[in-house]
């Protein structure tokens, strides 16, 4: 089944941390959280207040940065992916 986002959502494969950092340092169990960065799978429409569409600078495939504490999960076939509303991404990771 494909998914397409409605206005104002995107769906997002959220990455997995690294269990450690760059120096070598291993993060216990209780230190993860959700993790902050994805790849943009699929995305709805934008409309600003004036009711006119909007070219989103990210685009599906894109890393992006977003904020973690503003995300509906949904889990299909034992995949885990993010609906995140387009002002929650802070950034695209080049």
Known sequence: MKIKPTEGFV????????????????????SKQ???TGEVIAVG????????FIVPEYKVGD????KKWEVIKYRQDNKES????????????E
């Open 45 to 52: 429409k934008m409309v600003n207040e004036k009711g006119m």
């Open 82 to 93: 993010l609906f995140i509303k387009h002002k929650d991404i802070i950034a695209i990771l």
């Open 11 to 30: 769906l997002i494969k959220p990455t997995t941390p690294e269990p450690t950092t760059a120096s070598g340092i291993v993060l216990p169990e209780v």
């Open 63 to 66: 890393l992006v940065l977003y």
């Open 34 to 36: 959700l993790p902050q």
